[in-house]
């Protein structure tokens, strides 16, 4: 509830902004029309929130990764994806993170094995309320988790994982689950398959998730984003202790349970492709957004595509497909 809270709480003071500049505004140009004045005072959050979309983006450039030749934008399609990115975070900030978090939403007959959503660092299920109105109409049962405390360690989030695997298995009478995890909500789901192995789990789906760090963490707080560092060096970069830590204590054979889906366009994990894990299948699209993923029509697509297969592998294994 704390992400609940807290977005609450910073829509309140964008509220409580444009009204204040609204009445500046009226003030200072003599405005005679309350409407206008408030238009003024909202834009004035707009540009605020436009700002910082930007900066994210201009950190994610300083940092980022070469783009291969076919994933290059044209300047429509970079401002597709700027404007796209900023309405993700508007609508997940504003709208579905502060009013619409749920735990569980089952299907009748459902066509696909379970599915547990787990968010990254600074959300919480309401992050997946696109999704899952998508995944509902595809008859796929789906649980989703809180992770607090917010700012805690990854590890800590392993019990509650293991709490939910627990719990979807014995509600639906499943043997396995797929995860659907996004950003460090990805790192979450292998610290548990390190812990735990992979007997309940049929697959995992990440998306942008940094498996070998971020530059941008080190602008977070938090001891989470200091375990999702990447840090940059004269030659190469460097992952965090506890991510090379992840990689020599995890069993590698996990790695083909494990679909890494990412954009080139990240403007959170830079470089962009830390998101590709060796020995896992990695999926790459363009001009898609960090908190625009799970909310992108290509990605859902992908998304369902990856759980009906894994519906198909369980069934008759030689139907697996070839890993990229």
């Known amino acids: 509830m704390a992400v609940v809270r807290i977005t609450r709480l910073l829509l309140l003071i964008q509220v409580v902004l444009a009204l204040a500049m609204a009445v500046v505004a009226k003030s200072a140009f003599h405005l005679q029309s309350n409407a206008v004045a408030l238009m003024l005072g909202m834009a004035v959050v707009i540009l605020l929130r436009l700002s910082i979309t930007a900066n994210n983006f201009s950190l994610a450039w300083h940092y980022r990764s070469e783009t291969p030749q076919q994933y290059r934008l044209s300047l429509w399609l970079a401002i597709r994806l700027f404007f796209g990115e900023f309405r993700a975070t508007m609508t997940a900030s504003s709208w579905t993170m502060p009013f619409c978090t749920f735990s569980r939403r089952l299907a009748s007959k459902p066509s696909a094995p379970p599915v547990l959503l787990i968010h990254g660092y600074g959300c919480n299920s309401g992050y997946w309320h696109p999704i899952s109105e998508v995944l509902a109409k595809q008859d796929i049962s789906h649980y989703a988790i ?85 840090t940059v060096g004269e030659q190469e970069g460097l992952s965090s202790a506890w991510l090379r830590k992840l990689a020599e204590t995890e069993d590698k054979a996990v790695y083909r349970l494990i679909v890494s889906i990412y954009s080139h366009h990240d403007n959170i994990i830079a470089p962009q492709t830390s998101s590709q894990l060796n020995g896992a299948k990695n999926i790459e699209f363009q001009g898609i957004g960090h908190v625009a993923l799970a909310m992108h029509s290509a990605i859902q697509t992908q998304v369902v595509r990856e759980i009906q297969g894994a519906l198909a592998q369980a069934t008759d294994p030689s139907s697996e497909l070839v890993r990229q």
Request: glycine share 10%.
């Open 146 to 230: 809180d992770m607090e405390p917010v700012i805690g360690s990854i590890d800590e989030y392993v019990p509650l994982i293991r709490q939910a695997v627990d719990r979807i298995c014995k509600e639906t009478g499943s043997e396995k689950i797929i995860i659907v995890a996004h950003s460090m909500g990805g790192l979450a789901a292998r610290a548990y398959l390190r812990d735990h192995g992979s007997d309940r789990i049929a697959k995992t789906i990440t998306l942008g998730t940094p498996h070998h760090g971020t530059a941008l963490a080190r602008f977070g707080i938090g001891i989470n984003t200091k375990q999702m560092l990447w």
